[in-house]
């Protein structure tokens, strides 16, 4: 008897990493809020890496977690790094390209696992305000894909985004 449950759970666990294997090869995940401000007003803080602590839901994850802000002061060239003990994980952001109505950033995780993003804020002037897309996307690493069998990643890093655009709500229309 021992044998034959043995048998099927190595059987439930190949299925599940052969479903994995089997999962998208990029990752995407999109929000976006209007904002009633300019689109210079919103992309300021999202250009000054210094301001992200006013409204990145990220920065609540670990309050003390080491940062590190270089580079340019803001916009192309202005560089984050972070080492959390936690939730926060560690990696490194570095602004790309920041035109008057968009913001791209170079996303690169080192911990919990290694994964290279693109991120971009997008400001389209709309009536009554800017429309703001915070998105993300890059490729699903095979590890990414076994979470996404487990846990809805659109979902969990959607609601990320969407509690950051909140915030940067708030923060621009003061």
Known sequence: MLVIILSLLALLVIAVLAYAATRPDTLRIERSLVIHAPAETILAHVNDFHRWRDWSPYEKLEPD????????????????????????????????????????IQLDFSKPFVSHNIAEFAANAQAGGTRVTWSMQGPAAYMTKLMGVFFNMDRMIGRDFETGLAALKVQSEK
């Open 65 to 104: 977690m080491r940062r590190e802000i270089g580079g340019a002061p803001s916009g192309v060239g202005a560089t984050y790094a972070w080492q959390g003990q936690g939730k926060a994980g560690a990696g490194r952001m570095e602004i790309t390209d920041a035109r008057p109505d968009r913001t791209t």
